[in-house]
């Protein structure tokens, strides 16, 4: 079983907007927080948003903030990232993780990994 799915990426034209899915399975309900990392061909995974399943507070980097929103629906087991005013910049294979610990932008701190999705901005 694959603890983490996600799911929404698409081709999509600059300023436009997707909805990302992570589907969390019940082994994971035990972790503390859920990040949305992302990878651009020739890039480092970067965290993008993160959220605390204990407390509802996130985190999201400066790059993406004002656009980008990390939500949760507790009855689907599922967290989003709604990203709005998309730019080519953000081309990468978005993938949400889960950690045992606080929220966090740091890859080594999340233990379970989706196999991402592609997101694909063009200008």
């Known amino acids: 079983q694959v603890p983490l799915v996600e799911s929404g990426g698409s081709l999509v034209q600059s300023g436009e907007s997707l909805n990302l899915t992570c589907t969390v399975s019940?082994?994971?309900?035990?972790?503390?927080?859920i990040g949305w990392f992302r990878q651009a061909p020739g890039r480092a995974r970067e965290g993008v948003s993160c959220?605390?399943?204990?407390?509802?507070?996130?985190y999201t980097a400066d790059s993406v903030k004002g656009r980008f929103t990390i939500s949760r629906d507790n009855a689907k087991n599922m967290v989003y990232l709604q990203m709005n005013a998309l730019k080519p910049e953000d081309t990468a294979v978005y993938y949400c993780a889960a950690s045992d610990g606080p929220i966090s932008d740091s890859v080594a701190d999340f233990g379970s990994w989706g196999p991402g999705t592609q997101v694909t901005v063009s200008s």
């Open positions: 959220l605390s399943l204990g407390t509802g507070s996130t």
């Open positions: 019940p082994d994971t309900l035990n972790y503390h927080s």
